[in-house]
């Protein structure tokens, strides 16, 4: 079970995507974590991604992808993973495709989380992360709107492409989440 998670930051792709994961009982991969928590450590791939987490900048997709590359062939990804803010450029999702290509797998599903923009700035606004201030946010969703969202044709022409409406609860989101993944033909 392969799931990506799409959406303008505050979408609540950390928090569905997680709720998800615990359901489904797979693996919850969010680069986003996995970067702040390399820039923690101060290690080698925080060191090259601090600068761009700092600005709201995506860090170069050879990076991002090879993070993906390397987790997703561990054990504890093998009955499948839900990817929360991967990918999120077009060069990203043909670089996700040859590596699912590769190793045999198949992507199930695709959730874009769709959230107006002041609510989208209301939740980050409250919430106070590192990445959060006025500034960074409106520029992560510039980036959204200029990167991310042309990969959603992409994948709306393969026929995996689930818009939902993110504003309502958190129960009312997942449901719909939920509907939607339980309605892929199979
Ligand atoms: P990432 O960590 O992915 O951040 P983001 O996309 O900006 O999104 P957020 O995590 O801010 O929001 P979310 O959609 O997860 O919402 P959440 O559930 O937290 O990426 C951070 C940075 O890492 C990027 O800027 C980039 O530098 C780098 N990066 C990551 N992936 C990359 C990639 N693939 N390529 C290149 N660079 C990459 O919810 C937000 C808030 O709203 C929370 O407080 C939550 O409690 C609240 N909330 C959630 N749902 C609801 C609801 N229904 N009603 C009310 N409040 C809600
Ligand atoms: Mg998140």
Known sequence: MLIVFIGPP???KGTQSARLADHLAVRHLST??????????NNIVGQEAAPYLERGDLVPDDLVVGIVAERLA????????????FPRTPG????????????????????????AREELLRRLMTRKRADDSAETISHRLEIYIRETEPILSYYKTRGVLHTIDGIGTLDQVFSRILAAVNSRAR
């Open 10 to 12: 505050g979408a609540g």
């Open 32 to 41: 986003g974590e996995i970067l702040r928590h390399a820039v923690e450590e």
């Open 74 to 85: 561990q054990r504890d990804c093998q009955a499948g993973a839900l990817m929360d803010g």
């Open 92 to 115: 990203q999702a043909a670089a996700f495709d040859k590596h699912l290509a590769k190793t045999g797998r198949a992507l199930d599903a695709v959730i874009e989380l769709r959230v």
